[in-house]
């Protein structure tokens, strides 16, 4: 009798990289971002002069990171990615519903320093999915020191922790592996200076609170 070899039933080859049983191994990561704020309008200021701060537009962003990276056991390692990140948020300002004084562009260049929890589950093939878990500091370089610019509103801090989460999904490959991960990064704290500007006090007036919220699309490569 012959016997007909059903190819779909075929295992697939399964490429093991060594770096998956090293306790540590390293690698570099490229990403896009989108930084947004979250902002709680001050209610006395806002029923007393109408004025409402938005942020209404999300404009993309880069992340250029290393990668080091803790094996602790089979399922979790330790990551450690220092690295840059620059994006802008643009603060839009309307009073009975219409645009006032036009918009202003917050820049930011991130130093920053994540410390991140990966949690993996079960390898299929050549395809792992993760979670990823951690804190991140990070210190605005593009922040401005004070109010000497007359279109400048607001001003942000330049320090700040943020907590991070988000799924991901290794992909093994014959000479590396690349991970593509997602992850959403929340600012701890209220991230606005307190102090008004000089000439236009009303725009911090109307803010009560100012929360940093940056989604991250990432491939790393190790």
């Known amino acids: 009798m012959t016997h007909l070899t059903v190819y779909g039933q075929r295992p697939k080859l399964k490429n093991e990289p060594w770096y998956d049983e090293k306790k540590v191994h390293f690698g570099f990561s490229l990403g896009i971002n989108a930084m947004d704020l979250k902002i709680t309008p001050a209610q006395e200021y806002y029923a007393k002069d109408s004025l409402f701060p938005s942020v209404a537009n999300l404009n993309p962003g880069i992340n250029i990171h290393a ?46 320093f994540p410390l991140l929890l990966k949690m993996k589950g079960e390898r299929l093939n050549n395809v792992r999915p993760y979670i990823i878990t951690g804190l991140n500091f990070r210190y605005d370089l593009a922040t401005k020191k004070g109010y000497n610019d007359a279109n400048t509103y607001i001003r942000l801090k330049k320090p700040g922790f943020y907590y991070e989460a988000g799924p991901g999904i ?47 699309l990432s491939f790393h490569f190790e």
């Open 67 to 112: 990668i080091t990276d803790l094996r602790l056991s089979k399922h979790f390692n330790i990551r450690f990615l220092p690295g840059v990140s620059f994006g802008q948020r643009t603060v839009t300002y309307y009073k009975n519903n219409e645009v006032y004084k036009g918009e202003q562009k917050l820049e930011s260049s991130f130093l920053e």
């Open 170 to 216: 290794d992909f093994y490959l014959p000479f590396f592996k690349l991970s593509v991960e997602l992850k959403m990064s929340n600012g701890i704290g209220n991230g606005i200076v307190k102090e008004p500007a000089p000439v236009h006090p009303e725009f911090r007036n109307a803010i009560d609170k100012v929360k940093s919220q940056i989604w991250v």
